[in-house]
């Protein structure tokens, strides 16, 4: 099996498209078609099916996947090392989320901008479910969670820190102000009476909260798209939200939102993750280990 196909057979089964795999490649797509042909013919058997305009892997294909993405991760290892590149080096897709990009990833970012400039950097906004199909598909190199469970099928993870929560308000809103005279807790039911804030579906945090609130009232959300959106809209006192606190430190200090007393009955972690039994390259390893660091820092800082 010739590298060359392998690499063509791995593009191909992670995008299910030979049009896409040659655009990828920089091929003709006669030139992807022909090496998956002189592949499945060195090996006499079929890698996909053909389904008229679309194509799926076969049993065979499946089975050959993760050796010839193991093969290609040491081909470029070996490469690396042999080469004696002191300096880290190397393109990392990374799918990440908006609250991490904004408020936690700018210092990582500029580190590897200044220390390490042959470290070539694509961060994917997508969350949770898009995030780890990517991973597991080899779209994505890494991949930021933020998510309750710390384990995922098909994937290996490090949890970074746990991510607090909190659910905030205008300073003038009704339970804020009954909060600060009678210095009452807020319950859950206090909650389902409220107008309920929210950025886009699919954050766990979300899907969290929507299932606290569910048994006692259906839950209907006022969708923002951004975090951004949904705590300015907060501030102008068109509801509550339950956001990471690290979203809105800025706005609780100045005073344009204020922490309502509810405890959220759930634990979020923010975690990176690679396609199990994935080799990371030199860039990959130190690009989880810088994470791990500045969110440990940011986490002491409080």
Known sequence: MELRLLVTFEK???????????????YAQSSV?????????SLGTELFDRLGSRIRLTEAGERLL?????????????????????EPAGALAVGTMESLTNYRLPPLLEFFHHRY????????????DETRQALRQGTYDL????????????LETQVLTVEPLVLVAAAGHPLAEAAATAGAKVTTADLVRQSL??????????????????PLAPVAFMEFG??????RAAAAGLGISLLPEVTVAAELAEGSLVRLPWE???TLRTQLAWRAGKRLPAHARLFVERARQLLSEQSAQG
């Open 226 to 231: 951004t975090i951004e959106a949904t705590k």
């Open 12 to 26: 191909v089964a992670t995008v299910l498209s030979f049009t896409q795999a040659a655009a990828e490649l920089q």
């Open 264 to 266: 959220a009955p759930f």
């Open 66 to 86: 993760p050796y010839a993405r193991q093969i290609i991760e040491l081909t470029e290892e070996a490469r690396a090392a042999v080469a004696g590149e002191e």
């Open 117 to 128: 400039p042959k470290v070539r950097l694509s961060l994917r906004t997508t969350i949770g």
């Open 197 to 214: 804030l929210a950025s886009e579906p699919g954050c766990a945090y979300r899907d969290l909260f929507e299932r606290e609130l569910a």
């Open 143 to 154: 991949g930021f969670l933020m998510e309750e469970t710390t384990e995922h099928p098909g």
């Open 33 to 41: 078609t022909s090496q998956i042909r002189a592949l499945e013919s």
